[in-house]
């Protein structure tokens, strides 16, 4: 069965720009959540989607925004990009049966200059 | 007071020895509790996974909840090079949304 991917793996933006990334996850799962990694403040907790409606949101500005489709495929965007939002961008799915397992994918490394 | 506490590290340990690392929380209604190991450049991978308290054993790793002291471990026997990466213990207490330790990055040397 194939793992959770997300594309793109790389990007660098400047500031005041905005951007898209996705994630789809393994399949059968339909939680998909985002964290956001830094090295000063660890993993934290973005948003999470279930069927298409966003069950949990973490302490994050407005800028932050993700929705999920119908395929359980979903998407993050962050709007008016600042230096501080560089960082690693997981996202990390699992099946409804069993919470607490969930698979991470391998991130996205995003740089804002 | 962060939600979780994870010593950083960097823990650096002989081929062959056992490993012990550990988390405190604050928040007494954690009931899942993970570990996870992340290699350089790699998403978080899911190591161990206990519900509610008591010692879990998979192969050489067992992972210890004590809600009493708000205390996680867990405990690499036999420890190997490839065994080094950064660990990072989680904690949720509906199983929906988790809180993660900053992780402690451990060297195995040959």
């Known amino acids: 069965k194939a793992g959770v991917t997300q594309t793109p793996r790389y990007l660098i933006k400047t500031r005041g720009q905005q951007v898209t990334l996705s994630c789809s996850p393994i399949?059968?799962?339909?939680?998909v959540s985002w964290y956001q990694q830094t090295p000063g403040q660890g993993l934290q907790f973005l948003f999470e989607?279930?069927?298409?409606?966003?069950?949990n949101k973490g302490n994050f500005p407005g800028r932050f925004s993700g929705r999920q489709f119908s395929n359980s495929r979903s998407e993050m965007n962050v709007s008016t990009l600042e230096l501080g939002d560089s960082a690693l961008y997981l996202c990390?799915?699992?099946?409804?049966?069993?919470?607490?397992?969930?698979?991470f994918g391998p991130g996205t490394r995003l740089t804002v200059l | 007071q962060k939600e979780v506490e994870q010593d950083p590290g960097p823990l650096s340990v002989p081929e062959g020895a056992i490993v012990s690392l550990n988390c405190t929380y604050s928040n007494s209604a954690f009931q899942y509790f993970m570990w996870y190991r992340q290699y350089s450049r790699k998403g978080p991978e899911l190591l161990m996974y206990t519900y509610s308290s008591g010692n879990k054993e998979d192969g050489r790793f067992t992972a210890q909840v004590d809600k009493s002291s708000k205390y996680i471990s867990l405990f690499i026997r036999d420890s190997q090079p490839s065994d080094s990466a950064t660990y990072l213990c989680a904690m949720s207490v509906s199983g929906n949304q988790f809180y993660f330790g900053t992780g402690t990055s451990l060297t195995v040397i040959p």
């Open positions: 399949s059968g799962h339909r939680s």
């Open positions: 989607y279930f069927s298409e409606t966003q069950r």
């Open positions: 990390a799915s699992r099946t409804s049966g069993r919470a607490g397992e969930q698979f």
